[in-house]
């Protein structure tokens, strides 16, 4: 079985940072610049879901919007409000 990956992007001035959930493997990926920063199995893939969008009703099968919050949180915790102020601002 090969289950299509969720994924989701956001650009950033120095490059766009992605994530990607597979749902057949629960393996979760989130690249910085084309550049593997992060991979997570289950539980830890499920929990980091959990922890960014835990008001949403995904159980082992998130949504896009939800790994768009997981990129969002890699953002604010690699490089800080600053840089996520800015992407916001040029996604507007």
């Known amino acids: 079985m090969n289950a ?3 994924t989701a992007s956001i650009g950033m001035p120095g ?3 992605s994530a990607e959930f ?3 493997t629960g393996r979760l990926r989130i690249f910085e ?3 593997l920063r992060v991979e997570l199995f289950p539980p830890q893939s499920w929990f980091t879901v959990a922890s960014v969008a835990g008001n ?5 099968r998130p949504r896009e919007a939800d790994i768009r ?7 604010l915790q690699r490089f800080g409000m600053t840089a ?3 992407e ?3 996604a507007q």
């Open 4 to 6: 299509k990956a969720i």
């Open 56 to 60: 949403s009703r995904w159980g082992t």
């Open 15 to 17: 490059g766009a940072v």
């Open 84 to 86: 996520y102020r800015s």
């Open 69 to 75: 919050l997981v990129v969002e949180n890699f953002i």
């Open 22 to 24: 597979h749902i057949d």
């Open 33 to 35: 610049r084309d550049v």
């Open 88 to 90: 916001a601002s040029c």
